[in-house]
């Protein structure tokens, strides 16, 4: 599957986020959410997830690193038990990622499932 849109995070843009039609919300953490989004272009379901950078500035030194170095190697890590990384891009001050979307839940939760 190619990429939905091409994405680069070197200035705002509302042009990526106009390309996807929210689905429903996954989940939220600490530094963000995750949304199901579809692609108005290709049709394909894509997990998103959002992080407000205004909301990075309260997190500590080693929670930001952590947040930079998930986009980092989300871009670059590649194989068949991974996630693939479709890109990011920028909205203002909310940093957008493009991912694989895996039905059925995160690994967190298939553990929850199947072992306690």
Known sequence: ???PVTMTGEAPTFEGLKKFENVKELGK???GSVS???SKED??????K???MKDLQFLSDKYRKNVEAEMVFMEFLKGP???????HFVDH???YLVMEYAEGGSLYELIQRRYI
Do not use: E, F, P, Q
């Open 36 to 38: 199901l989004v579809r």
């Open 29 to 31: 953490g600490a530094s």
């Open 1 to 3: 599957m190619k990429a």
């Open 50 to 52: 959002a992080i407000n």
């Open 93 to 95: 001050n909310t940093i």
């Open 43 to 48: 049709g394909n379901m894509y997990a998103m």
């Open 81 to 87: 038990t991974l996630i693939k990384s479709y890109g």
